[in-house]
Structures are given as structure tokens and as C-alpha cells.
């Protein structure tokens, strides 16, 4: 299992930014919560299993990005939705997958 199966990219997501560093698939936010988002066991050059690391990886950048439901003020709403953006697209620019790339992009 070479580096790239374990994980691809290392997220640092404040409550309202991301930032994508070489390494693994690591959401993190400001408090140092750490989500790592592992696909060893993923086919990640089929369809299938690039469609299941992105749902991983959103999941993974709503919980660091402390996405919730319910009433807030417009701006929350905006910077939430700004660290969720941020964070996906570091962590599916980082994988170098077309597939992920395409799923991203869809």
C-alpha cells in the first residue's frame, strides 16, 4: 500500500477557511479536531469508489468546518459554506484523480 492509498492530502480548516498541505486526508479545525479521511480500502480509479472518498471527504469537511442545521445569521451561513468549499476542493485537488476530479466537478 503505497501513500497515496493511505490518505492524499493534509486539510487545515479554520472554523471558516481551508488550506490543503502535502501528506494525508486530515480535516482539522481550529480547536485541533482531527478527521482523517482514509481510503485504503477504496477502488479509487473506478466510479464507484471515487464517488464514495468524495462523500467521505465532505463529511469530513462539514465536521471540521462545524457545518450544523437550524437558524443562524447570514454571514455564518457564508463562511460555513466558504471553509466547506475550500476544504473539498484542497482535498480533491490534492488526490490528482480524475475521477475524483470529475465527481468533484459534477
Known amino acids: 500500500m503505497n501513500n ?5 492530502a ?5 472554523a471558516f477557511c481551508g488550506t490543503a498541505m502535502a501528506g494525508e486526508v486530515v480535516m482539522q479545525n481550529q480547536e485541533h479536531e482531527r478527521v482523517a479521511v482514509g481510503f485504503s480500502d477504496l477502488n479509487i480509479n473506478s466510479q464507484a469508489g471515487a464517488k464514495v472518498l468524495y462523500r467521505r471527504i465532505e463529511k469530513a469537511a462539514r465536521q471540521v468546518c ?3 442545521h437550524g437558524l443562524k445569521p447570514i454571514q455564518v451561513i457564508n463562511n460555513e459554506k466558504a471553509c466547506l468549499a475550500a476544504s473539498i476542493d484542497s482535498a480533491v485537488a490534492s488526490i490528482h484523480s480524475e475521477l475524483v476530479d ?3 466537478a459534477s
Not at 10 to 14: D, E, G, M, N, Q
Open 4 to 8: 497515496r492509498q493511505k490518505f492524499i
Open 66 to 68: 462545524g457545518i450544523t
Open 10 to 14: 493534509i486539510i487545515v480548516a479554520t
Open 102 to 104: 470529475n465527481v468533484h
